[in-house]
T-cell receptor, first 115, second 109 residues
Framework: DTAVSQTPKYLVTQMGNDKSIKCEQN?????MYWYKQDSKKFLKIMFS???????INETVPNRFSPKSPDKAHLNLHINSLELGDSAVYFC??????????????FGPGTRLTVT | GQNIDQPTEMTATEGAIVQINCTYQ??????LFWYQQHAGEAPTFLSY??LDGLEEKGRFSSFLSRSKGYSYLLLKELQMKDSASYLC??????????WGAGTKLIIKP
C-alpha cells in the first residue's frame, strides 16, 4: 500500500545508454513531479504534470522526456546518458494546485549511477 | 532571482533544543514548508506556515515572518533519530516550490 512508488530503486548504466524510471501514486492526486538531487543534496524540480498535462518544464536537457499516460503515473525517460546525470531522482505527488497548503509526497528515490 | 538560504550544517546535543533558520527571497509567497530527509531516504513533510506566527506540532515548531522573509524550525528534546537534513521550501506566486539546499543536523550524545 505504498503511496508513491518508483522503479528501479538503483540503476547503474554506461554512458550513452537510454533508460527509464517509472513512478506511480495511489493517492488519487492530480499533480506529479520529478526532482533531481545531486551529490550536494540540492533538490531541483525538473518537471511537473497536472492531470496529465505538463505545467512545469525547467531548464533540463531535452535528453530527458517525461511521459504521463494517466494521472497516477509519471515516467521519466533519459536518452544518451552522461556522467553528470548521476544523481538521485525523486518522484513526488500532491493533491493539486488549487490549495497552496498541499504538501508533496515523495517516492523512495532512484539512485542513478552512470559509468 | 529566487533564493532560499539555510545554514549548511549544525550540531546539537541529545536532549537540547536547536533552531534552524531559513531566509527567502521569492517572486510572491504562497506558503513555506519544512521537510525532513534522513540519509538515503525521501523527504517527508514536517510543517507548513502561510500566516505569521508559530505553528507547534509536538517537539517541532515552525515560525514565519513574511515581512522579514524569515522562518525557523525549532526542535526540542532532541533525539538521536532527529539527525537528518532539514529542507526549507517556499511556494511562489506560480505555486511552484522553491527549495533550499537543506541543513544537515548532527546530534551528539
Amino acid at each position: 500500500d505504498t503511496a508513491v512508488s518508483q522503479t528501479p530503486k538503483y540503476l547503474v548504466t554506461q554512458m550513452g545508454n537510454d533508460k527509464s524510471i517509472k513512478c506511480e501514486q495511489n493517492l488519487g492526486h492530480d499533480t506529479m513531479y520529478w526532482y533531481k538531487q545531486d551529490s550536494k543534496k540540492f533538490l531541483k524540480i525538473m518537471f511537473s504534470y497536472n492531470n496529465k498535462e505538463l505545467i512545469i518544464n525547467e531548464t533540463v536537457p531535452n535528453r530527458f522526456s517525461p511521459k504521463s499516460p494517466d494521472k497516477a503515473h509519471l515516467n521519466l525517460h533519459i536518452n544518451s546518458l552522461e556522467l553528470g546525470d548521476s544523481a538521485v531522482y525523486f518522484c513526488a505527488s500532491s493533491p493539486g494546485l488549487a490549495d497552496s497548503s498541499y504538501e508533496q509526497y515523495f517516492g523512495p528515490g532512484t539512485r542513478l549511477t552512470v559509468t | 532571482g529566487q533564493n532560499i538560504d539555510q545554514p549548511t550544517e549544525m550540531t546539537a546535543t541529545e536532549g537540547a533544543i536547536v533552531q534552524i533558520n531559513c531566509t527567502y527571497q521569492t517572486s510572491g509567497f504562497n506558503g513555506l514548508f519544512w521537510y525532513q530527509q534522513h540519509a538515503g531516504e525521501a523527504p517527508t513533510f514536517l510543517s507548513y506556515n502561510v500566516l505569521d506566527g508559530l505553528e507547534e506540532k509536538g517537539r517541532f515548531s515552525s515560525f514565519l515572518s513574511r515581512s522579514k522573509g524569515y522562518s525557523y524550525l525549532l526542535l526540542k528534546e532532541l533525539q538521536m533519530k532527529d539527525s537528518a537534513s532539514y529542507l526549507c521550501a517556499v511556494r511562489d506566486s506560480n505555486y511552484q516550490l522553491i527549495w533550499g539546499a537543506g541543513t544537515k543536523l548532527i546530534i551528539k550524545p
